[in-house]
């Protein structure tokens, strides 16, 4: 479980990121932060491993202060998947995969056999593994940097806009696999976006943050699309603008689904069956 | 050619005197200035000073710095401890701004990655921001190198044995053959010695060569 208890920061020239945020994430779940750029979401995800002290407030894991650890071992223990992957590229794929067990001592062996192991649980070829970075397309090396958080099998991910650098097509197959890898492995996901629809998609909770990390709403995404806060979270979301305001149509007996301004977005089906 | 099939055995004690002058500043050049780049580039108004100081550095001419030398340190006017120092001198005015150039050419965003994952750092430093760095402080070294190899020659008008001696002993003694071979082989050494750098950089940093490829 990670706490945030009234954190701020305010950077010593004065400018303030964030306020005064306080949210709890439970354990084994998926909470997306989301805002556009200055609403402090990265800087939030920062205070968890500590690239990032607040001048105010504290930061809870499990009940103790982050404040207190080392913050070498405490980012240690804490997955970390950033945009466009910040993989290490003097070193092979399977080195960046094994880089934290290679940290902490664990033999040359045993990590390159894990971190093939992983590379094939993201979804790559192991063979892939002898590759370096820039050999790799922008998609494969997001699920590398995926496969290197998960080495030392952390209780917390931290994704800081991990997929916002690829193109669309590979960001979908990217965001099914997350939650399929989530189904499976059940960690602490603290993902930071600025994109709704993947705030929707990968949230179990999602909180809308508006400038200096005031939190506008925090919800289910249906919580948040069926009563947005305000005229901010609403334009956010995108019913003000009718986007997401769709009604039915019957043609030719199937049910179409049609958006504000009448353009045919979709067909009904029965209901789809709930994500596990 | 009768005069260097005569004087192989001087021409070899030469050659090695000149590389026993040039490899040392070179290696100090090199190892003192990353502390000095680093350093320098985490204080902004040390790092526009420290390159507008190499500058005028290597602005002093070497003649005379060569004399002044041994009056500072009190060695002998000949004694080649003045050539290394000076030549160290000449070696960091190029390095430094080379290496804090090169160190502030690794992607912050990679460095930060690196924190991320949990490096210490100092950690961080040796085996991520150096070998970053590679590939631009060796295209420093090799200028440095080959400076230094041609600087050396200067120590010869002072009489400090090196290659530089057999071109002043050439010129007084009006052998053509002397002052040719001097120069070739200084020029030959340079070029080694800039081979052998390129040759080790390319065995350090093998992912600096393999850009090529790619996958989907």
């Known amino acids: 479980m990670i706490r945030f208890d009234h954190v701020g920061k305010t950077y010593p020239d004065g400018t303030t990121a964030v306020e005064d945020f306080s949210l709890t994430v439970d354990s084994h779940a998926s909470v997306v932060l989301v805002g556009t750029s200055g609403s402090g979401k990265t800087t939030l995800m920062r205070m968890v491993n500590r ?14 202060d982050v404040a207190a650890m080392d913050p070498v071992k405490l980012r240690r223990r804490i997955g970390y998947v950033m945009q466009a992957s910040g993989l290490l590229p003097h070193r092979t794929v399977a080195e960046n995969v094994a880089t934290v067990p290679h940290l902490e001592g664990v033999s040359r062996r045993r990590s390159r056999s894990r971190a093939l192991a992983l590379l094939e649980m993201v979804g790559l070829d192991h063979k892939l593994g002898d590759r370096y970075p820039s050999q790799l397309s922008g998609g494969q090396q997001q699920r590398v940097g995926v496969a290197r958080a998960l080495a030392a099998d952390p209780n917390i991910l931290l994704m800081d806009e991990p997929f916002g650098a690829v193109d669309p097509i590979v960001r979908a197959e990217l965001q099914k ?34 400038p200096g990390g005031v939190v506008a709403q925090e919800g289910t995404p249906s919580q948040i699309l069926a009563d947005p806060a305000d005229d901010f979270v609403e334009t956010f979301v995108g019913s003000g603008r009718g986007k997401r305001a769709l009604h039915l149509e019957e043609v030719d007996g199937r049910q179409v689904v049609v958006d504000e301004s009448g353009r045919p977005t979709g067909v009904l089906h029965a209901a789809p069956e709930s994500r596990s | 050619m009768t005069w260097i099939l005569a004087n192989l055995g001087l021409l070899g004690e030469r050659l090695l005197a000149h590389l026993g002058q040039a490899l040392p500043p070179i290696v100090l050049a090199f ?9 320098a580039n985490s204080r902004g108004w040390l790092r ?26 009190g060695t002998g006017i000949r004694s080649s401890v003045n050539i ?36 210490a750092p100092f950690a961080r430093f040796w085996s991520v921001e150096l070998p970053l760095a590679g590939p631009a402080l060796v ?65 350090l940093l093998p992912w600096a060569h393999s850009r090529t490829g790619g996958g989907r």
């Open chain 1, 177 to 210: 696999e997350l939650l399929r890898l989530q189904s499976e492995l059940g960690k602490t996901i603290l993902f930071v976006t600025h994109d709704i629809d993947e705030a929707f998609l990968l949230g179990e909770k999602v909180v809308i943050l508006k």
């Open chain 1, 51 to 64: 690239m990032v002290d607040p001048t105010s407030g504290r930061v809870l894991i499990d009940d103790e």
């Open chain 2, 48 to 73: 526009g000073g420290l390159t507008a100081g190499a500058g005028l550095l290597y602005a002093v001419p070497s003649l005379p710095l060569f004399i002044v030398l041994p009056i500072v340190l």
């Open chain 2, 31 to 39: 190892v003192l200035a990353i502390p000095i780049a680093k350093l």
């Open chain 2, 84 to 119: 290394i120092v000076a030549l160290t001198i000449y070696g960091l005015a190029l390095m430094v701004p080379s290496a804090s150039e090169a160190l502030r050419s690794v992607s912050g965003s990679t460095l930060q990655s690196a924190t991320a994952q949990g490096y």
């Open chain 2, 139 to 203: 295209a420093g070294l090799r200028v440095v190198a080959v400076s230094t190899v041609s600087l050396v020659t200067v120590g010869g008008v002072l009489g400090v044995p090196s290659l530089g001696m057999l071109f002043v002993d050439g010129f007084q003694r009006n052998i053509t053959a002397e002052i040719l071979s001097g120069i070739v082989l200084t020029a030959a050494l340079a070029v080694a010695l800039d081979l052998l750098i390129v040759l080790g950089g390319r065995l």
